[in-house]
């Protein structure tokens, strides 16, 4: 009979979670760590992955940091291949430049791209090569809910988020044979570094957090269920698939509740 207690339970697996210094990365370690995976922190910022890393380890799980430039392809498949026995992989980082369309230089598009989508195919092709070679692994990568909508400024962060999510949805289609599964997730409105503008702005914030059915934002740690939900047992037949978790920002319609 099938043990139900051990849906969650990552004990004995390898897990990287790249972007882990701060935000929805840090979340994600600590998740997976508190289910027994053993968690390799990485991320471009040393010293604040070696405090997650410290974190973790303090508490009970097993951690440690590693430096990580999704920008540098050659350093990423060099520590990929480092270690060939990844169960799980987690890819967090990302970049927006809020302009119009209009007025965006190339360069600025070509910065966002670079990272938002070329690091994450950087990272998934790599992860993804050496799970096949063993017939099995988890690959999570964060999209967004700009995946499916937008609003003025969003543009390029939008497009880079749909191709994301298309890529994750290609690779699981290229690896579900060879036994790998590949999601991606899609966050609201969530406290983290990224979004420190907008908090910093009172009015915009409020609208933001009341455009959702919860009437709030997210914190970095709700969306830890979800990672680990795609890394266990328990999402053993999911990929291909956008787990959404934005507090019913996309199931709401407009900004108005009308007089009932």
């Known amino acids: 009979?099938?043990?139900?207690?051990?849906l969650f339970d990552l004990t004995g697996r390898q897990a990287l979670v790249v972007g882990a210094g701060s935000g929805i990365g840090e979340a994600a370690a600590h998740g997976l760590a508190a289910h027994g995976a053993e968690v390799l922190c990485g991320d471009l910022n040393l010293e604040a992955v070696e405090k997650v890393a410290a974190d973790i380890t303090n508490a009970g799980g097993k951690a440690r940091a590693i430096l990580f430039d999704l920008r540098d392809g050659a350093a990423v498949r060099k520590t990929i291949d480092s270690y060939p026995d990844l169960d799980v992989l987690v890819s967090t980082p990302a970049i927006n430049v809020r302009k119009r369309l209009l007025d965006m230089t190339e360069e600025e598009f070509d910065r966002v791209l670079d990272l938002n989508l070329k690091g994450t195919f950087r990272l998934i092709t790599a992860a993804g090569r050496n799970m096949?070679?063993?017939?099995?692994?988890?690959?999570?990568?964060?999209?967004?809910?700009?995946?499916?909508?937008?609003?003025?400024?969003?543009?390029?962060?939008?497009?880079?988020?749909a191709g994301v999510l298309q890529m994750c949805r290609t690779l699981a289609a290229e690896l579900g044979p060879d036994g790998v599964r590949v999601n991606a997730i899609g966050p609201g409105v969530v406290e983290t570094p990224l979004t420190a503008p907008i908090i910093a702005n009172k009015p915009w914030y409020e609208a933001y957090a009341q455009k959702g059915a919860l009437g709030r934002w997210?914190?970095?740690?709700?969306?830890?269920?979800?990672?680990?939900?795609?890394?266990?047992?328990?999402?053993?037949?999911?990929?291909?698939?956008l787990t959404i978790v934005d507090g019913g920002w996309t199931a709401v319609d407009g900004r108005f509740t009308p007089p009932l």
Do not use: C, N, W
């Not at 009979?1 to 051990?6: P, T, V």
């Open 1 to 6: 009979m099938f043990d139900y207690r051990k």
């Open 132 to 161: 096949q070679k063993r017939g099995k692994g988890s690959i999570i990568a964060f999209a967004s809910i700009r995946a499916m909508v937008v609003e003025p400024g969003q543009g390029v962060y939008a497009a880079t988020k």
């Open 218 to 241: 997210a914190q970095p740690h709700e969306m830890a269920g979800a990672v680990v939900y795609l890394a266990s047992d328990a999402g053993s037949f999911v990929t291909g698939t």
